[in-house]
């Protein structure tokens, strides 16, 4: 079973997120904060990380340029609010893009499937 981190400081985010992916036969755990997701990555591993950028403490951004060198297997995707946000130089250098990035609120759940199952496929 694929695990899949997901890092939100909304709860009711988390909740739906974890729902709908569950349902699709993802084993999913929770963080509300970057710092805490480092604390479970330090005790398992994980597939694919769903990452809010604005988060309490560390942000989303510094989150996986932390995470990138001790995890590189790791595939990222970013869950903003924020539609004006630009992909930093810093992300698209250790392999994101702007299809790594997904828009809250999602309109459509069946595009983040679609998204992790393709992050998944080309491991």
């Known amino acids: 079973m694929k ?3 997901l890092i939100d400081d909304d709860s009711e985010v988390r909740f739906n997120l974890q729902l ?3 349902d699709e036969g ?3 755990i929770l963080a509300d904060s970057a710092e805490k997701a480092i604390v479970l ?3 398992q591993c994980f597939d694919v990380a769903i990452v809010d950028l604005r988060l309490p403490g560390m942000n989303g951004e510094e989150f996986i340029l932390k995470t990138h ?3 590189p297997k790791l595939k990222y995707i970013i869950h903003t609010g924020s539609m004006d946000y630009n992909i930093s130089e810093h992300l698209i250098e ?3 893009d702007k299809e790594d990035i997904m828009l809250k609120p999602l309109e459509n759940m069946n595009d983040l499937l679609n998204k992790i199952n393709k ?3 080309n491991e």
């Open 94 to 96: 250790v392999g994101l």
């Open 119 to 121: 992050l998944i496929a």
């Open 26 to 28: 993802f084993d999913c």
């Open 20 to 22: 709908f992916l569950e």
């Open 41 to 43: 990555m330090e005790k």
């Open 3 to 5: 695990r899949i981190l």
């Open 69 to 71: 060198p001790v995890c």
